[in-house]
Each structure stands twice: as structure tokens, then as C-alpha cells.
């Protein structure tokens, strides 16, 4: 018996050591182009762009949904566009701001719908979440708490043993409009502006229909670090493909009735941002250069009537 346990100690040990070695190796070529690489370019900004600051929190929604250079143009503030990937989860994407937000930022945050139910803003899926973590800046695992923490540790496996997979380091081939060169100097995902829209099935649905409320207690403390900040925190919409939107409609109002009721500082309305099929990309969430430029639009005309400030109106 002592035989067998010994056996069976140095297999797993055997086993463990690759793992642990595959966590702290370097990201393979393939990650190294991956849009998660974009954290770099959206964090520096964040860090280094001088006020006016205008800062967009959000996922795709946002990297494929804006036109910043519309909004420097118009309001003559500096846009930054962090928005990457909606997996990374909603409250992985505050904590992460909440480290470069300065006195007399405009945050604008702007999550997927999905993040409002079950615990998509946890980043549940957790291949996103860890690998913003371990191919980009691992000393930031001090952002997660602990739900996230497991969904971290549940992927592990699978996230070590792919840098020992060969398609990771050989004949490399990757899609420009989801890497780490999509994006403009602004944080714009632009690389699909001048290319055919993809034809892709409406969502039927967001996922699940169990409605997070500490969502709304997260974005709430989110707001009281902002304003101790002496920033200012919006909230409005992302833009969503017509029929998508119509098959949630309910879950969506749901929504909106708890933001309100939680008294945030709203911009317009769900139903403001209700894009044309024809103005959509590859998902209902991603737009073309037609959908942006469309979006953008609303979204100056609406902030406009929203910040009423009168430092703004002096710009």
C-alpha cells in the first residue's frame, strides 16, 4: 500500500511540475497577438493621456462600437476607448481603471447586457480573465476577488498545458481584426472599417435570466471611489443589433429600471441604441464603420443634453 501511495505521488508530481513551470512561461507567439495584448496600449493611455479625459469602460461593445476622433472632434475632450473583450468580466475592467482615473475625468461605463445576469461581470467563462492575467501582467491577480479567483483556478489547467501545444508556436496564422493590431491610437478596434460585414446569427438570448443585483452594488462603490477621485461616473448603453435587442427586450428593461432606481447618472435610453442590422459587423454587438460613425453620433448628442457642467459648456 505505502508502495502504491508513493507511486501515485511521484505521477502526480510528474504531472504538477509542467504545470506550475507552464504558468510563468513566457506567452506563446500566438497569445503574443492575441487582442488582449491591446491592456498595454488601453492602460498606457489611461496612464499617460492628459486631461480632458473622456474614458469609455466596457467590452467589444466598445472597441468595435466608437469613433473617438467624432468625439475629440466634437466635445474637445481626450477619448479613450478601453473597451477589449466582454469575458475579461465587468468588475475586473473597474478595478483596472479605478487604478489610473484622475481628478476631473468623465468615465464612461458602458457594460454588455450580459454582464447583468448570472456572473458574466465575474468574468465567469474565465479563459479571458486568465489570460489578462498570465499573458499580460500577472502581479495584477491582486484585482480579482475571490469568485474570480476560482474561475482563474478552474482554467489553469487547460491555460499551462497550451504552452506545450505546437499550434501555439508553429505555422502561426491569426485574424488582424481580433489582435493586438485592431486598434487605433485612440483604442479603437478600426482594422474591419473598410471590410464586408460577416453574416452572423441574432442572439436569441443573454445567457441566463437570473439577474445579479450586486452588479448594481459593485458599479454603485465604483461610483463613490470615482467621486472621492473628483471624477464624475455615466452610465449608458452599449449599441445592440435590432433583433438581438427585440428578443431581450424584457431583461432589458429590467435593467433599466434598476439602473434608475439606483439613481446613476444615466445617459439616454436602451432603445437609443438599437442598431440596423446593416450597421452590424460579425456579432450583435460589433459595428461597422457606418454603425460607429451612427452610435458616436448619439452618443455626443446625448451627453451633451446629459453634462450640464458649466466648465463644459466654456470648452
Avoid at 492575441?34 to 461593445?61: V, Y
Avoid at 477589449?84 to 464612461?108: E, P, Q, S
Avoid at 493590431?181 to 453574416?199: L, Q, R, S, T, V
Avoid at 429590467?254 to 435610453?269: D, V
Amino acid at each position: 500500500m505505502r508502495k502504491f501511495i508513493v507511486e501515485i505521488f511521484w505521477f502526480l508530481l510528474i504531472l504538477l511540475i509542467p504545470a506550475i513551470i507552464g504558468i510563468f512561461l513566457p506567452c506563446t507567439p500566438r497569445a503574443s497577438k492575441s487582442l488582449l495584448q491591446s491592456s498595454f496600449q488601453k492602460d498606457s493611455l489611461m496612464e499617460n493621456i492628459k486631461s480632458d479625459r473622456i474614458i469609455f469602460i466596457g467590452g467589444s461593445n466598445l472597441s468595435f462600437g466608437l469613433n473617438s476622433q467624432m468625439i475629440k472632434d466634437s466635445l474637445k475632450l481626450n477619448p479613450i476607448n478601453t473597451g477589449i473583450h466582454a469575458g475579461i468580466g465587468l468588475f475586473y475592467m473597474m478595478r483596472n481603471a479605478l487604478n489610473y482615473i484622475k481628478k476631473g475625468d468623465i468615465v464612461i461605463l458602458v457594460p454588455e447586457y450580459q454582464h447583468f445576469y448570472s456572473d458574466f461581470a465575474y468574468g465567469e467563462e474565465g479563459e479571458m480573465l486568465t489570460r489578462i492575467i498570465f499573458d499580460t501582467d500577472i502581479s495584477k491577480i491582486r484585482l480579482l476577488e475571490q469568485r474570480q479567483l476560482m474561475y482563474v483556478i478552474k482554467m489553469l489547467p487547460k491555460y499551462t498545458f497550451s504552452k506545450y501545444n505546437p499550434i501555439e508556436y508553429f505555422n502561426l496564422s491569426y485574424d488582424v481584426i481580433y489582435s493586438v493590431e485592431a486598434f487605433n491610437e485612440y483604442g479603437d478596434a478600426n482594422k474591419h472599417w473598410e471590410m464586408e460585414k460577416i453574416p452572423y446569427v441574432p442572439y436569441g438570448d443573454l445567457g441566463s435570466t437570473k439577474f445579479n443585483i450586486s452588479v448594481l452594488e459593485k458599479i454603485k462603490k465604483f461610483q463613490i471611489k470615482i467621486k472621492e477621485k473628483e471624477a464624475e461616473l455615466f452610465i449608458t448603453y452599449p449599441g445592440y443589433q435590432d433583433s438581438s435587442f427585440f428578443n431581450v427586450k424584457e431583461q432589458i428593461n429590467k435593467i433599466e429600471r434598476y439602473l434608475k432606481q439606483y439613481n446613476f447618472n444615466i445617459i439616454a435610453s436602451p432603445e437609443r441604441y438599437v442598431i440596423p442590422t446593416s450597421m452590424t459587423f460579425d456579432t450583435p454587438y460589433h459595428l461597422t464603420k457606418t454603425g460607429a460613425d451612427y452610435r458616436t453620433k448619439m452618443f455626443i448628442e446625448d451627453f451633451k443634453r446629459s453634462y450640464s457642467q458649466p466648465a463644459f459648456s466654456k470648452k
